[in-house]
């Protein structure tokens, strides 16, 4: 009996190792362990990007040169702009209003100003073309600047 000590230590586990080997194929067969998945599935939720509703887009019609008006009227204000004053693009019917390299309609474009845009003159008047011309700056940029009639301007209140 002495000598059967040694390999009871090793008997017993390989008795062990085999009731672990067979829990294990018991628990896969019945489908416990199939279940569990230490990496789960993502879900993803796609979730459609909204869609541009379209807007009525102004009608253009073409009056005189460049889009002015045939005959020029006073400022749309009826307060007269002075150098310092901020300004409004204003009775485009959003076409925006060009910006030009010097007084006239025969300046080269620098810019096209949107409606509502504002900015600060610093320069004017000049009469070109049958127009006054303000010299504007942007506030937001003094890279965006040029000479724009005075038809298509209004003084903003307190701009100064």
Known sequence: M??????LGFLGAILFACCLAGVAIFAIRSGQLATINP???AIVQVIPAPTLTPSPQP???PS????FPESPSANFSGEEIQIGDSVQ???TQGDGLRLRASPGLDGKILFLAY???????EDGPQDASGYRWWYLVAPYDIN?????AANFLKVVEGGN
């Open 2 to 7: 002495l000598r059967l000590k040694p390999y």
């Open 39 to 41: 990496y789960p599935t």
């Open 59 to 61: 009608t253009f019609t």
């Open 64 to 67: 005189a040169v460049d889009g």
């Open 89 to 91: 693009i204003y009775g």
């Open 115 to 121: 409606e509502g845009e504002i900015f600060r003159v």
């Open 144 to 148: 965006v600047y040029g000479w724009a």
